[in-house]
């Protein structure tokens, strides 16, 4: 029996390529997705590690400061204590904090500054270039701010501190945070000396304090002896072992997430290869039917059959994994290579091949193929020995003798579908009503799945009509043949289905929130341009309000505050701006009402606090005293913040007072070139940037561009090998049919009609699975949007026609080049020996 299985693989070594490549390829993103979060998790530990090297104590703040204007933080006397507590060789301080670095253009961005510690065992970075700062006057940046920035060392480098005051500083060396040159915190990164640090915000105390261990102490005695000299409260004190687990558990969540996101995807394309794997096997048992009844009557048993088909699977399987495996690690390069390029810093691609990855690339290849094949397998055995005897019967009728069982199993997920759409979209939050309302969608998906041999020959006839009334004979064949076996047909379209709907699906909520974004943006944004600051965090300054409403071509000027509580945030905005710059929609109450100590609130907040008018909300910000304030109208629309108040109301808050969050800008009628005369006031600022509301919904576009075309690249695998899939059943039917393509050949048939019925049968099969597709797709989409409107805001389905025709007519093409092949090999076969063929 091994000799019959070795011999019959070498037989039908070109039947199983095709399949084997869609495994191939279901195992090179799985295996690229562990290799890319293996990748992730060293680059992360590498980099976060650097900040519990050598610390053999480290001291948190963990509790709340004692007075409402007092930050939390770790006083000069605390840190004094920690210094002079028994085992302490060394101590500094570690924090953080946004500050504006200014560009060679004059205007601010966002920098991480951090001190500098003064104790190199201590030091969380490895330096590249130069040195580290040991005045207050210089400063080191990390590698990848001197690239972006264009900053080599001897140049000055110039940050704002409070009140905007400029400090500038010598560059004297460049660092490296870890592995990769891409900063953990998104931005630019500098570093100072503690001093030169503190001097930005003077009122702010460090968040954190480490130190290492004199020799002949333990990092346990030197906990203890840090822990008697400044006592518990407030305080979290680990040894350096503590703070390197927890720093390692840190990274192992942050890696994790995103790899969770990208298997999801790799079991799609999984998924639909486990298809095409069930689909070749069925065809290979089907057209093996008196081989296998011969190999009966010869004296094999049903479990040597059975266990043959499996051998068959398994080899394949393992073939196709080692093949998964090093593309795998090509798909990891290839996707930490687009991860770097955002970063704009680049950084060093990593290439950690675990033996855990070995084992699931080939557990994950040889699983897929055998489970497969087991259906399969097991119809084999079901094979007679009297088959061989007698031709094989058309497989089209199995569609009637089980279409009730088809029904009744379609009809139970139809019910579970559509129970849980109508339920997910009753939930009130959006997150879980769309889970909800996502997981019915699948479920009717599977139904459509199930339903499948039932819709080829109604979808088949609507779609072959243009075709067969065009192209003629060759048409007419070709729907014939596309319908003469629903299953296998329903079956080779089922996989180009599931990628078809998922993108269509994607694509239409994409484009759905896109145009409800953009519709937001231009009743939030009236005005002409929005003032803004470069930096989060650092307000604007008041007198610039000022003078953008002494200009001549502006009309009106509308600074805003934000305030900031507990769980929620307010914007605060002049009263004569409401109506005209601020347009939210009253659900309830009046406008006319909003005054000092009152507030209007959105109606997706009242509803989550359970607020009504008339009452009072209580408002306590990181620093000041708590506020109290009237609830005078619930609104829609305005998706600024949870509400709004007069500039008088939030000038209770010192946040608020300190400078505006923006000022909108409208312009008189008329004006022509009114963005030139407001930069001219906003230049001499370095953190007020310009923006239209033109500008902010091309920026949103494009952001959401980058995550649909990243998605389109993740699910065109699966569509990839869905069209494998149809390759490699024309293949097979090619060689099925060798004999009926002779006789058709014989009564008068060209080998170009030849080849253009293979060509109208690809597209007629392609057609199937993406236009049944693009309408499940186009349904879920809207079930999908409908789920994430509420009352504050209603997502509306948009259709990109567009995009969808550009589906479609990938589909057509992708099924032409997919028919190439075989139908090359049916037209290059002889007449007579094709007719010879038993």
């Known amino acids: 029996m091994l000799r019959t299985i070795i011999a019959g693989l070498k037989a039908r070594t070109a039947r199983l390529v095709l399949s084997s490549v869609a495994i191939a390829l279901g195992v090179a993103f799985v295996t690229g997705t562990l290799v890319l979060g293996d990748a992730m998790t060293a680059s992360l530990r590498d980099e976060f590690a650097k900040g519990a090297r050598n610390v053999d104590v480290s001291v948190t703040v963990s509790g709340e400061s004692s007075s409402p204007d007092e930050i939390p933080g770790i006083t000069p006397e605390t840190l004094a204590k920690i210094r002079q507590a028994p085992g302490v060789a060394a101590a500094d301080p570690r924090d953080f904090q946004t500050v504006p670095l200014v560009a060679a253009n004059g205007k601010a961005k966002s920098a991480w ?30 590698k990848r701010t001197a690239s972006t920035s264009k900053l080599t060392i001897g140049q000055p480098v110039v940050l704002l501190g409070e009140g905007d005051q400029r400090h500038t500083y010598t560059l004297v060396g460049t660092y490296q945070q870890g592995t990769n040159q891409v900063s ?13 640090f503190q001097a930005l ?27 008697k000299a400044i006592g518990d409260s407030g305080f979290k004190i680990q040894s350096g072992e503590e703070l390197t687990r927890e720093t390692l558990e840190r990274v192992e969540q942050q890696s994790g997430e995103f790899t969770t996101v990208l298997l999801a995807f790799a079991i799609i394309a999984l998924v639909v290869a486990a298809m095409v794997i069930y689909n070749t096997f069925t065809i290979l048992v089907a ?64 290439l950690p091949v675990t033996a855990t990855t070995v084992a699931a690339s080939f557990a994950v290849g040889t699983l897929v193929t055998v489970l497969a094949a087991v259906l399969p397998a097991r119809k084999a055995t079901r094979v007679a020995p009297v088959a061989a005897l007698r031709s094989q019967p058309d497989s089209g009728e199995e ?32 997150d879980a009503a769309m889970f909800v309302s996502g997981a019915g969608t699948m479920a009717l998906l599977a139904a459509v799945l199930v339903l499948g041999p039932l819709l080829v020959g109604p979808v ?64 939030r944004m009236p005005a002409d341009y929005t003032v803004t600051s470069a930096v989060y965090g650092r307000p604007l300054p008041k007198e610039l309000a000022e003078q953008l409403a002494d200009v001549p071509e502006v009309d009106r000027v509308a600074p805003t ?27 309830s109450g009046s406008l006319d009402d909003l005054g000092d100590g009152t507030v209007a609130v959105n109606a997706q907040y009242a509803k989550r606090q359970g607020v009504a008018v008339g009452q009072v909300v209580t408002v306590k910000p990181g620093q000041g005293q708590a506020q109290e304030l009237k609830v005078v109208a619930i609104v829609e629309g305005q998706r600024l913040s949870d509400g709004i108040m007069t500039m008088e109301t939030s000038s209770r808050f010192p946040q608020a007072a300190e400078g505006y969050e923006s000022i909108l800008v409208k312009l008189k009628d008329g004006v022509a070139n009114g963005r030139a005369a407001v930069e001219k006031v906003t230049d001499p600022s370095p953190l007020a940037v310009v923006d239209s509301a033109a500008e902010t919904k091309e920026q949103l576009n494009q952001q959401l561009n980058q995550v649909l075309g990243f998605i389109w690249a993740l699910i065109g695998l699966a569509v990839v090998i869905a069209l494998f899939g149809i390759a490699n059943t024309l293949t097979l039917s090619v060689l099925e049919r060798t004999r009926e393509s002779a006789l058709l050949r014989a009564l008068g048939l060209t080998k170009g009609q030849l080849r253009l019925m293979l060509v109208v049968e690809s597209v007629l099969m392609a057609l199937m699975g993406a236009a049944i597709g693009l309408l499940l797709g186009i349904g879920f989409g809207w079930v999908i949007t409908e789920a994430l409107s509420n009352d504050t805001i209603s997502v509306d389905l948009v259709v990109p ?3 969808i025709g550009v589906m479609l007519a990938g589909a057509v093409v992708a099924a032409i080049l997919a028919a190439a092949l075989p139908a090359r090999r049916a037209a290059r076969t002889s007449v007579v020996a094709g007719m010879a063929e038993a």
């Open 561 to 587: 505050t934000v305030v900031y509580g507990e769980r929620e945030y307010f914007t605060g905005v002049p009263r004569d701006a409401i109506g005209t710059l601020f347009r939210p929609t009253v659900t």
């Open 801 to 803: 026609f567009g995009q």
């Open 184 to 196: 953990l915190s998104g931005y630019d990164h500098v570093g100072l000396t503690a001093a030169a």
């Open 113 to 142: 500054a951090v001190p500098l510690a003064s104790n190199e065992k201590l030091n969380e970075f490895d330096l590249v270039d130069g040195r580290y700062p040991t005045k207050d006057d210089e400063i080191a940046v990390d």
């Open 201 to 227: 915000e003077p009122e702010r105390p460090p968040y954190q304090v480490v130190a290492t261990a004199a020799a002949g102490f333990t990092q346990q005695q030197v906990v203890d002896n840090v822990r």
């Open 287 to 350: 057209q093996r039917t008196r081989e296998l009844a011969l190999m009966r009557c010869v004296g094999a048993s049903r479990a040597q059959v059975f266990r043959g088909v499996l051998a068959e699977a398994l080899v394949m399987g393992l073939a196709a994994s080692v093949i998964g495996l090093f593309g795998g690690i090509g798909v990891s390069a290839l996707l930490q290579r687009v991860i770097f390029s955002f970063g704009e810093g680049g950084g060093t691609v990593l």
């Open 460 to 523: 088949n006839r609507v779609l072959g009509a243009l075709p067969r009334a065009v192209l003629g004979v060759p048409a007419k064949l070709a729907s014939a043949n596309a319908g003469r076996n629903p299953k296998r047909t329903a079956a080779t379209t089922a996989a180009l289905m599931i990628g078809v709907t998922i993108v269509s699906l994607v694509t239409v909520v994409a484009n759905s929130a896109k145009e409800t974004a953009n519709a937001e943006i231009d009743q």
């Open 399 to 430: 569609v009637s003798r089980t279409s009730v069982v088809r029904v009744l199993t379609a009809v139970l997920f139809g019910v579970i579908g559509v129970g849980g759409i109508v339920f997910g979209m009753g939930i009130e939050d959006e």
